[in-house]
Nanobody, 116 residues
Framework: QVQLVESGGGLVQPGGSLRLSCAAS????????MAWYRQAPGKERELVAF???????TYADSVKGRFTISRDNAKTTVYLQMNSLKSEDTAVYYC??????????WGQGTQVTVSS
C-alpha cells in the first residue's frame, strides 16, 4: 500500500505563485510515473502535468510556460510550481502515482483558489 500526502494549496491572488508537494510513502513499491490533475467545480478531472520515468514532462496547453513539474532525487515526491496563476486555475489538485506493477494511487486533493 502507498500513501500520498499533498500540501501547498491555498488562496492566492491572480498573478501569484504556489508550490504543491505530494510525498509518497509505504513499503515495497517502485514509482514509474507521477502526475498532477485538477478538477474544478462542475468540470471533469483533467491532466495538468506529467513526469515520465525518464524525466520527460508534458503539460496541458492551458498551463504551459506557467507551471513546472519536478521530482526529488529519491523519486518519491513530486512538486508542481505554479506561477502567474489565473482565476481559471482554481480547482482541487490531485497527484497520481503509477507503480511499475501497474497500480495507481491518488492523493487526497488540495484546494487552490485564485481570487482577489
Amino acid at each position: 500500500q502507498v500513501q500520498l500526502v499533498e500540501s501547498g494549496g491555498g488562496l492566492v491572488q491572480p498573478g501569484g505563485s504556489l508550490r504543491l508537494s505530494c510525498a509518497a510513502s509505504g513499503s515495497d513499491f517502485a514509482i514509474n510515473t507521477m502526475a498532477w490533475y485538477r478538477q474544478a467545480p462542475g468540470k471533469e478531472r483533467e491532466l495538468v502535468a506529467f513526469y515520465g520515468r525518464r524525466g520527460t514532462t508534458t503539460y496541458a496547453d492551458s498551463v504551459k510556460g506557467r507551471f513546472t513539474i519536478s521530482r526529488d532525487n529519491a523519486k518519491t515526491t513530486v512538486y508542481l510550481q505554479m506561477n502567474s496563476l489565473k482565476s481559471e486555475d482554481t480547482a482541487v489538485y490531485y497527484c497520481k502515482v503509477n507503480l511499475y506493477d501497474g497500480r495507481n494511487y491518488w492523493g487526497q486533493g488540495t484546494q487552490v483558489t485564485v481570487s482577489s
